[in-house]
């Protein structure tokens, strides 16, 4: 095997990079413009929403949004302050704390979320016939369980 990809190979890698760059790009932009929210802001917001109770542990959410430890922290507290999430102690194990969605945070994902959705929708969906995202959704699954089994593999070989 060759140590570069062939032609097909890098065009398509190329291709996934760009569109993710610009998708995440545009989103962001429009998400800034439209909620006055960024884009990892709605993130956050969007996982707890959908969590039981609306709370996770701050561990649960960083692998979720695979974030680095500190990251999480500081957004955490940007996010604390503005009144969208709270920090709560976990009885279980007091080093790992319960991130819970506060009343303004479900306030501020409702609001954001249809103009977003809509966003969504005209930059990918449009873009792409029924065949196509289910192709898409199906190649992006098998690619991350390939990484899956790849890291569950070393994590394995280490041990």
């Known amino acids: 095997m060759s140590d570069w990809l062939n032609e097909d190979e890098h065009r398509t890698w190329r291709s996934v990079l760009r569109m993710h760059a610009q998708l995440t790009a545009a989103l962001a932009q429009a998400l800034k413009t ?4 960024s884009i990892s802001d709605y993130e956050v917001l969007a996982i707890l929403s959908e969590a039981p109770d609306r709370v996770l542990r701050a561990r649960e959410l960083r692998c979720e949004l695979q974030w680095e430890k ?3 922290a500081h957004h955490i507290r940007r996010m604390e302050q503005r ?3 709270r920090r709560d102690a976990c009885t ?3 080093r790992a704390p319960l991130i819970r969605l506060t009343e303004t945070g479900l306030g501020a994902i409702r609001a954001a979320a249809p ?3 809509a966003r969504v929708r005209e930059l990918f969906f449009a873009a792409l016939a029924p ?4 192709a898409m959704r199906e190649a992006a699954e098998a690619v991350l369980e390939n990484v899956a089994r790849h890291a ?3 994590t394995t ?3």
């Open 131 to 134: 065949a196509q995202a289910r």
């Open 34 to 37: 439209d909620s006055d929210m």
């Open 115 to 117: 103009t977003h959705v």
């Open 70 to 72: 500190s990251r999480l």
């Open 157 to 159: 070989e280490e041990n």
């Open 92 to 94: 279980d194990d007091l």
């Open 152 to 154: 569950e593999n070393e």
């Open 83 to 85: 009144g969208y999430v």
